[in-house]
């Protein structure tokens, strides 16, 4: 049974980069912008091999809600939620994140190279009404689900 979320050999070192340059605090946080981008777009991609070690679930707890709302939105199922389909969830979670970096990476990187403003004019290009202010994670993906479900 799966016990985190991974990620793939080809997007390690941007999670890496993005934290060692101080873009973000931790790979979580790198983990759920992708996971709320690949969502966001509606585009999974499976891991082929997966790089680094995995983000433990415990790092997640306080964003499991978020997270929980992801898997039921996108498998139209609660049982989604249930421990025997644990594995399943973190799969459907880690293949939005894998799709998520990636459509991240093609639109704010060169090579392994970015910027704040690149990052910022993308994080905006989803709601351009969102501040620059710092701002707790689960406040902003709070706004961008609000978004997201009024559009519908």
């Not at 340059?21 to 585009?43: C, P, S």
């Not at 997966?50 to 983000?55: E, F, K, R, S, W």
């Not at 939620?81 to 880690?94: G, P, R």
């Not at 709601?127 to 479900?149: A, H, Q, R, V, Y």
């Amino acid at each position: 049974m799966k016990t985190g979320l991974g990620k793939s050999v080809d997007m390690e070192p941007y999670y890496q980069y993005l934290v060692k340059e101080k873009y973000f605090d931790t790979m979580k946080d790198v983990m759920l912008l992708a996971i709320m981008i690949g969502f966001k777009n509606e585009q999974k991609m499976a891991i082929n091999k997966y790089g680094g070690d995995a983000i433990r679930e415990h790092i997640f707890k306080d964003d499991m809600p978020f997270l929980n709302i992801i898997a039921v939105l996108s498998t139209k199922d609660i049982k989604v939620l249930l421990d025997e389909n644990k594995d399943m969830k973190y799969s459907l979670l880690e293949q939005y994140a894998e799709a998520g970096m990636n459509i991240f990476v093609k639109e704010v990187f060169s090579g392994l190279y970015t910027n704040i403003d690149k990052i910022l004019e993308y994080v905006n290009s989803f709601n351009p009404g969102i501040s620059t202010e710092k701002k707790d994670l689960s406040d902003l993906f709070g706004e961008i689900i609000d978004e997201m479900t009024q559009n519908d």
